[in-house]
Nanobody, 114 residues
Framework: QVQLVESGGGLVQPGGSLRLSCVAS????????MGWYRQAPGKQRELVAV???????VYADSVKGRFIISKDNAKASVSLQMNSLKPEDTAVYYC????????WGKGTLVTVSS
């Protein structure tokens, strides 16, 4: 069984930064991709950023130029550096790992407010 644990969420003022981390544990076969999604109150879960095994990255238009995704293969971890945060970035952020199957973390809350 694969488990994902996110950390790094919290309250930050507009314009501030946060770094989210996600570590995977358990029996993990070849990782195809890892990524971050978010769900704001009353909205559907949406893709934020994904990084593949080949280091290709995809970002939502709303976070391009502000967020950076990175991974550590040895630690089976993925991070999301979030800069210039806006109130509309407020959401629960979920980590996702894709191997033979797809696994989700339980989420970490990010609140951007003054």
């Amino acid at each position: 069984q694969v488990q994902l644990v996110e950390s790094g969420g919290g309250l930050v003022q507009p314009g501030g930064s946060l770094r989210l981390s996600c570590v995977a544990s358990g029996t993990i076969y070849s990782i195809k991709a890892m990524g971050w999604y978010r769900q704001a109150p009353g909205k559907q879960r949406e893709l934020v950023a994904v990084i593949t095994s080949g280091d290709s990255t995809v970002y939502a238009d709303s976070v391009k130029g502000r967020f950076i995704i990175s991974k550590d293969n040895a630690k089976a971890s993925v991070s999301l550096q979030m800069n210039s945060l806006k109130p509309e970035d407020t959401a629960v952020y979920y980590c996702k790992l894709v191997t033979i199957g797809a696994y989700w973390g339980k989420g970490t809350l990010v609140t951007v407010s003054s």
